[in-house]
């Protein structure tokens, strides 16, 4: 049933199952045990909400929450979110005192961090300030390297007693590829660095979703999935891993138009379809800017309708596409399922990300703010 507000208002939800995170977070932590928990609740939750998949998620049993953004960390504050929550990269000094003020736990790889963020604690009249360092071990984004590693972690202790070292990470460029060897020597090269430090900082952790299902030697303390929490797999050759996970978002729309158009009619912008056949048109009002990429025009039976796979006609438009229904009885206000189940059947992100060579990720990061969320539980 759509919810009362989207029925007023319009026909396109994403339905958000909140015991769906819960359940992917318990999964994750049966296999992840001893280590603990920390789910990555950055772009809004990985298009799910930030604040619902952060309650749900620490309802789940996770011990902490990651984030991108200072801002989103303080969204997460401001809703009452009292979890330890992890920027994962250095953030511009502008941000800081806001990181200090809702006591976010910042990442620092550079000299340059370390002082501002000293400044920003000593502003603030606090000591003892939790700070953690990202080390570059191969993926080659963001990080103190390898060689720096060493006179970094000196340069936050001699920071003491403003700042205190809680912790030290790196980031697995390939952890969703369980065969390729250069998780394991990003775990050489972290090993080495942990080797060379005066002490083991209180938590080590290397591990995103492909390290934490597929990849022991990376869970350290704790693990960081994202992905995973959300019942959506890192890459195809992680599906074994993730069988026991449950999608949560399903992206629900209802046929807006019906009509009949006759072989030999083109349809949409380009009128790059033409039908073979007479055929029923379903209008269905979501498009690209509700987050179902144009590109998806003409795939083959990807939406439920009717409890039975469509295909997309023509080019996805702006607010609107249409599907054929060749000659079943399709009415005004039948539900249409993009994303999740519908007879059985179910449609999944990972699908779109096939047909568009992308990941699930940017599937559900892709579903736009125009579409109304709602939360089941
Ligand atoms: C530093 C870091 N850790 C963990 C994650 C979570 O990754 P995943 O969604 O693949 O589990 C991300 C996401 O990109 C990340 O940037």
Partial sequence: MFSESSRD??????????????????????????????????????????????RAVMAG?????????AQEGVELRDAGIDAPILLLSEQPASQLDAVVTHRLIPTLYSIGAVRAMTDAVQRSGRSGYP??????????????????????????????????????????????EPDNPFTSEQVAS????????????????????GGALAHP??????????ITVYGIEPGSTLREHCADLRPALSLVSRVSFVKRVRAGDSISYGLKHTFARDTTVATVPIGYADGVPRRLGNAAGLVLLGGRRRDIAGMVTMDQLM????????????????????????????????????????????????VRRVYLD
């Fill in 217 to 226: 030697a990376t869970r350290y303390d704790l693990v960081r999935p994202g």
């Fill in 131 to 176: 700070v953690q360092i990202k080390v570059d071990t191969g993926m080659n984004r963001v990080g103190v390297s390898t060689g720096g590693a060493v006179d970094l972690v000196r340069a936050v202790e001699a920071a003491s007693p403003t700042l205190r070292l809680a912790g030290i990470f790196t980031h697995l460029a390939v952890s969703d």
């Fill in 9 to 54: 208002s319009r026909w396109v939800e994403a339905r958000v199952d909140l015991a769906a995170i819960r359940h992917n977070v318990g999964v994750i932590r049966r296999i992840v045990a001893p280590a603990a928990v920390w789910a990555v609740v950055k772009a809004d939750g990985y298009g799910h909400g930030a604040v619902p998949a952060a």
């Fill in 190 to 209: 972290f090993e080495d660095v942990l080797a060379r430090l005066p002490n083991r900082p209180p938590v080590v952790h290397a591990a995103n979703s």
């Fill in 61 to 69: 049993g996770a011990e902490g929450l990651c984030v991108a953004l």
């Fill in 323 to 370: 599907l054929d229904c060749g000659d079943d009885a399709v009415q005004i206000g039948d539900e249409v399922v993009l994303v999740g189940e519908q007879g059985g059947d179910r449609v999944r992100a990972e699908e779109w990300a096939e047909q568009l060579g992308t990941i699930g990720y940017e599937i559900v990061c892709g579903i736009s703010k125009r």
